[in-house]
């Protein structure tokens, strides 16, 4: 079975079964190989020949490929020669670890990653604000719990997180001080969250420390649960009291008063007149809060709108009406307003009536519209005189009330009765209401007064006229003229009738005064025709007035020349050869009008002289002695182009024409005319060799031959391909234009292609052959070694290869010498490899250079290698990598190809000569500066700066002294290059930082414990003796206790426990007073019994008396041990009381003293 593989450095996997690995993305859980996660047989153990070995503890199969165990590697142990990572919060410093308990716990301040195959560095430090106790496996799994923060890198412990201060708040984790706390909290020292002011309070600014920095919500405000700045209260509401909670705690405004502004302690104005202010009022005029239209309030305490009171008669109230800024309204003229009434314009006076004053109650007091007016609604004066054409009586409510009656009309203005309207006159007519007859219109007639209508107006009768407006008797036409009904005019008698009566109407013209056939009736005719014998004029026929009135003329192609024609059949026909036409119809043809004109012939009944044209191909000219009746055939060599042709146009030069051509015919193709006027197409002649005739109808060739085609004869194109009449230019030959045939290339050139149109355009011969020339379609042979044919060549040796360059047979250029090569002659086919020592690292040498500093080159070398890193060569010509030289001491050579090193060692790391880097890690040539060490640049081996006494290090890679941290208070450093501390101070003395020595006397470092203070080992300061203890000598380790009697309040000598006082102890708590009824007035009682009882005939009042409070009071008695200068025996101390009966005690008195004899004593 195949053993799984551990991935090499660098590389990981992420689940099992994998048959690779990937590489690392740089993270600390991939320094070293991996446990065995994967397999080459791809997950699945694959077969082996021979089964591995064990591998003793501590070793495992470094590779499966080959037997053998290895060490096991940093960071691991191994065990069944598998090799498992050190487990997270440890680190593996050693090779050949066998278990997992030999895997060294992290130091506390630190993290270690799984795997981590070296004491932690400053980079693996513990966060700000988390602590890392030994064996800690991850950077923020302790975080300073909530209250507390941290304050810097590497806490060892939950003790380093320091108490959160006062005004900052601290969660889990904090950094530095902590949060501020925010406005409307505070934060006590050690806040875990903030704490939010209670209700009723407020804070305006940050970093509040306690509850006491909540202020009280002043009045006019509410403040809820962590306020930040007092929530004012909104206009409408008010509040009196201080340190409110809450919106609700805002009272709405008092009935009848107004709260206009934010914040009121008390409403701030009253409601105004015109308005009411119901309980949470803003504003003392709010719209919405207005009195009702058609109410008033003067008062400024109303609540309801119900509490308004109703406008009084006589006035109008708006919306809002009450107090100076708004009386009531009073009502404008023309209206009248009753109680309650809204606007002064609400009831107006009716139509009819008016009032010019203000202030009416009601409708009646409006009066009635004077006769001659008219008063619309709401009048305040009568509204207009009675508009012309009508009649106003009192009351009249508008203009055109009452029209004057049709027939009738008045133009006046103010009518105040009927009687008042004229009646209408003659030629005229009235409608209803008219200020103005209307004249009867022209065409019509009135000869009665009181037309009441258009309608009343007649027509006026046919043989009359009435040409203007309000027309009372009609005018007579008279003889030569004629109307219809209703004519404005009398018109002149038509044409071809006669008008004879003096009133003739349109109808007897039409159907009775007709004029008769053969004779002319002229406009405005005033008689009979007949008795007048007015004949149809020559030219002329005349069917009669009922026909056609004029003369008609002869029709075009006939002419007349006898008056008195009656119909057209009368006019007589136009002779062949003739034409008869006349323009103007006015005055027909009496006779033939002229001959027949040239291109024209005419039949009998020719009209225009332009009728009938001779056609293409034919011709007639009068000149000629052609007859008029037709035409005669176009001669050979002319043509007839157009009708109507008069003399024939000869043929012209590329066409032909035979007798009767209406066309001239083109000479066909491959042809041309050479002179005009030719009669056959055998008079065309053929185009010439070198040119061609593209199109017929040519009058000479069309071009020359097309470039790149030659033209024999009768060429159609200037670039046949047919053969007889030419073609495309063949191979190996040119044809510029005009060619008849094909030239050859010249020498040295060819051509193996078609179609060539100049000499340019043979090829040149191609790069790397030669041409002699003739008519050769290919190159003649190959350019020879040592020489190159660039192209065009007409010899084997056209150039010759120069210095660091060759050629072979056939080159068309001379070759650059290859990198590694070079050639000193010319003329040359090949190149000599590179000198050891030189360097050919460009093409085309003659000469190669020495191979530079920092670099060697073997025998033919192209690229100079370069030194490795980790060595340089500072002279140029080296052959070998031997002649390379180790990086120095101190340096590092981190780039190949170096000629010097390139700069010292980084801080924190040696080299010891040879190094490749500035910061070696666990390499022969350097590593890592070691903990207790520090390495300034350049240093060269690892122990050359140790850390100095009173320091140390346990951090790697320290780069100057300042990473040697001081010995830390209450430990020692005695020598140089520690890791540790070396151990914790004397007992006796102390250290305070940087202490060299166990028992420091310097002051500086620390020193010999003082007087009063103890030093137990490790001590970082002198401890003051805690109360009941002292010192009183200097170097002690631990503190005496007090002697009884005695109290140690400071440290130092006891001192004598005060009168008054016994003490048990050596502290304050061991001070205890005598008691009332005792005193002490000695010093250094150790014990409650030698409080001394107070002595006969006086009282010890307090605690801790050191003398007896004074005397006892006269009528009693104090035996001992009284408190009370009266004491009564039931609550008192000791033995004493009042003074019995028959006995008298004076101040002082320690027993009573019997009355004398003879007296007594009731009390």
Same mark, same amino acid.
């Not at 993290?111 to 700000?128: A, H, I, T």
């Given at each position: ?8 450095? !660098? ?5 099992p079964?994998?048959?690779? $690995? ?15 996660? @994967? ?12 089964p ?8 495992? =199969? ?19 020669? *598998? ?60 975080? $300073? ?17 320091k108490?959160? *201060?006062?005004?900052?708040? $601290? ?34 600014h ?47 405004c008092? &009935?009848?008063?107004? $709260? ?20 949470g009022?803003?504003r ?46 009073s009502c ?6 009753p ?14 009536? @008016? ?24 009048? !305040? ?76 107006c ?17 005018? *007579? ?7 219809d ?6 018109l ?12 003739t ?25 007949q ?32 008056p ?69 055939a176009?001669?050979?060599?002319h043509?007839?182009?157009?009708p ?12 032909y ?55 024999r ?10 053969? &007889?009449?030419?073609?495309l ?10 060619s008849?045939?094909?030239s ?5 050139t ?20 030669y041409?002699?020339g ?7 042979g ?35 010498? &290859?990198?590694?090569t ?17 360097l ?10 020495l191979?530079?500093?920092?670099h ?66 666990n ?17 060269m ?10 320091? @140390? ?11 040697? @941290? ?37 002051g ?39 002697p009884p ?5 400071? !440290? ?7 009168e008054g =006082? ?6 304050l708590d ?34 801790g ?12 008695f ?11 025996g ?34």
């Amino acid at each position: 079975m195949a053993q799984p593989l551990p991935c090499p450095p !660098g590389e990981d996997t992420t689940q099992p079964g994998q048959s690779s $690995c990937q590489r690392c993305n740089g993270t600390a859980s991939c320094q070293g190989p991996r446990p065995s996660l @994967w397999s080459r047989a791809g997950g699945q153990l694959g077969q082996r020949s021979r089964p591995l070995q064990p591998c003793p503890a501590g070793m495992h =199969h470094g590779d499966v490929e080959r037997d053998g165990c290895v060490m096991c590697p940093l960071g691991y142990y191994c065990t069944g020669g *598998v090799s498992i990572w050190c487990p997270a919060g440890s680190y593996g410093a050693k090779e050949g670890l066998q278990r997992e308990r030999d895997c060294s716990p992290c130091p506390a301040g630190f993290y270690c990653l799984e795997g981590s195959s070296r004491r932690p560095g400053s980079q693996f430090l513990c966060p700000v604000g988390f602590y890392c106790e030994e064996g800690t496996a991850v950077p923020h799994g302790s975080p $300073c719990p909530a209250g507390t923060a941290g304050g810097q890198l590497g806490q060892t412990s939950r003790a380093a997180c320091k108490r959160c *201060v006062e005004g900052r708040f $601290c969660p889990a984790g904090s950094v530095g001080p902590g949060l501020p706390c925010a406005r409307g909290r505070y934060c006590p020292a050690g806040t875990l969250r903030e704490i939010l002011c209670p209700r009723g309070t407020f804070t305006p600014h940050q970093g509040a420390l306690s509850i006491k920095d909540c202020l009280r919500c002043p009045a006019g405000f509410y403040c809820p649960e962590a306020t930040r700045d007092p929530v004012p209260c909104q206009p409408g509401t008010f509040n009196p009291l201080d340190g409110q909670d809450s919106a609700e705690d805002c009272r709405p405004c008092y &009935p009848g008063k107004a $709260c206009t502004r934010v914040a009121l302690k008390a409403p701030d104005v009253d409601c105004m007149p015109g308005f009411v202010c119901p309980p949470g009022t803003a504003r003392p005029n709010l719209p919405a809060n207005a009195c009702p239209p058609g109410t008033l309030s003067n008062r400024t305490d109303l609540t309801d709108r119900e509490q308004c009171q109703l406008c009084p008669a006589s006035f109008a109230c708006l919306r809002g009406t009450g107090g100076i800024q708004r009386p009531p309204l009073s009502c404008f003229p023309g209206h009248y307003c009753p109680a309650g009434s809204m606007f002064p314009t609400q009831h107006k006076c009716p139509p009819g009536t @008016w009032s010019e004053r203000g202030g009416l109650e009601s409708e009646r007091e409006c009066q009635p519209c004077p006769r001659g007016w008219y008063c619309l609604s709401g009048s !305040g004066a009568p509204s207009g005189r009675c508009i012309a054409g009508h009649y106003c009586p009192e009351g009249t409510m508008f203009g055109t009330q009452s029209p004057c009656p049709a027939g009738t009309f008045s133009n006046m203005m103010g009518n105040g009765q009927k009687a008042d309207c004229q009646i209408c006159p003659k030629g005229y007519y009235c409608k209803e209401g008219t200020s103005k007859p209307t004249a009867c219109p022209p065409t019509t007639y009135r000869r009665m007064k009181g037309a009441q209508r258009p309608q009343d107006c007649s027509l006026c009768p046919a043989g009359y006229s009435c040409p203007q407006s309000a027309t009372v008797q009609p005018t *007579v036409c008279g003889v030569g003229s004629y109307s219809d009904e209703g004519s404005v005019e009398c018109l002149p008698c038509r044409r071809g009738h006669y008008c004879s009566n003096e009133t003739t109407s349109a109808e007897v013209m039409l159907s009775v005064m007709v004029c008769p056939a053969g004779f002319l009736c002229s406009q405005g005719l005033d008689r009979e025709p007949q008795r007048s014998a007015v004949f149809c004029p020559i030219g002329f026929y005349c069917p009669g007035g009922s026909i056609n009135p004029n003369p008609v003329p002869c029709p075009n192609g006939t002419y007349s020349g006898q008056p008195g024609l009656r119909d057209e059949a009368d006019c007589v026909t136009c002779p062949a050869g003739k034409f008869c036409f006349s323009q103007d119809q006015d005055q027909p043809a009496t006779e033939p009008t002229g001959s027949c004109p040239n291109g024209h012939y005419c039949p009998p009944g020719t009209g225009h002289p332009h009728s009938f044209p001779c056609p293409a191909g034919s011709f007639r000219n009068n000149s000629l002695g052609h007859g008029g009746e037709s035409c005669v055939a176009c001669p050979a060599r002319h043509y007839c182009g157009t009708p109507a042709t008069r003399t024939p146009s000869g043929c012209p030069q590329g066409f032909y024409c035979p007798e009767g051509s209406s066309t001239p015919a083109p000479c066909e193709e491959g042809t041309y005319g050479p002179r005009p006027v030719l009669a056959d197409a055998s008079e065309c002649a053929p185009c010439d060799g070198g040119r061609y005739c593209s199109g017929v109808g040519q009058t000479e060739p069309s071009g020359t031959c097309e470039a790149g085609f030659y033209c024999r004869h009768r060429a159609t194109t200037a670039t046949p391909v047919d053969g &007889p009449s030419g073609g495309l230019c063949p191979a190996g030959s040119y044809c510029p234009s005009g060619s008849s045939y094909p030239s050859p290339c010249p020498p040295g050139t060819f051509s193996n292609s078609t179609g060539l149109m100049h000499t340019q355009q043979c090829v040149s011969c191609p790069p790397g052959y030669y041409c002699l020339g003739s008519n050769s379609s290919a190159p003649t042979g190959r350019c020879a070694a040592g020489f190159y044919c660039p192209g065009g060549a007409d010899s084997p040796v056209q150039r010759e290869a120069e210095e660091g360059h060759f050629s072979r047979e056939g080159a068309v250029k001379a070759e650059d010498c &290859p990198l590694g090569t070079f050639q000193p002659g010319r003329g040359q086919g090949r190149c000599l490899q590179c000198q050891p020592g030189r360097l050919c690292n460009e093409t085309g040498l003659s000469q190669p250079p020495l191979c530079p500093s920092g670099h060697y080159c073997p025998p033919g070398s192209s690229v100079a290698r370069p030194c490795p890193p980790g060595s340089y060569f500072a002279h140029p010509g080296a052959i070998e990598v031997t002649h390379c030289s180790l990086c120095d001491a101190g340096q590092f050579c981190q780039n190949p190809g170096l000629s010097a090193p390139e700069g010292p060692c980084a801080p924190g790391f040696y080299c010891t000569g040879g190094s490749s880097t500035a910061t070696p890690v666990n390499l022969r040539s350097g590593d890592v500066c070691p903990a207790g060490y520090v390495c300034p640049p350049g240093t060269m081996h690892p122990h050359e700066t140790p850390c100095p006494p009173g320091t @140390w290090s346990n951090v790697v890679g320290g780069q100057d002294l300042s990473t040697c @941290w001081l010995c830390p208070p209450g430990f020692y450093c005695n020598t140089s290059a520690l890791t540790q501390p070396t151990n914790v101070c004397a007992p006796g003395f102390y250290c305070s930082g940087g202490a060299k020595s166990s028992m420091p006397v310097d002051g500086e470092s620390g020193g010999r414990c003082p007087a009063g203070s103890y030093c137990p080992p490790g001590s970082a300061s002198p401890s003051p003796c805690p109360e009941g203890t002292f010192s009183n000598s200097t170097g002690v380790a631990e503190c005496r206790n007090c002697p009884p009697g005695k109290i140690c309040l400071r !440290g130092e000598d006891p001192e004598l426990c005060p009168e008054g =006082h016994f003490c048990l102890g050596g502290t304050l708590d061991d001070i205890l007073a005598c008691p009332p009824g005792t005193y002490n007035p000695l010093q250094g009682q150790n014990q409650l019994e030698q409080c001394l009882l107070c002595p006969p005939g006086r009282y010890c009042e307090e605690w801790g008396l050191s003398e007896p409070s004074g005397f006892c009071q006269a009528g009693y008695f104090c035996l001992a041990g009284i408190n009370f200068r009266n004491p009564d025996g039931n609550i008192s101390t000791g033995v004493g009381g009042a003074c019995p009966r028959g006995h008298y005690c004076p101040e002082g008195s320690s027993l009573p003293h019997a009355c004398p004899p003879g007296t007594s004593s009731n009390r």
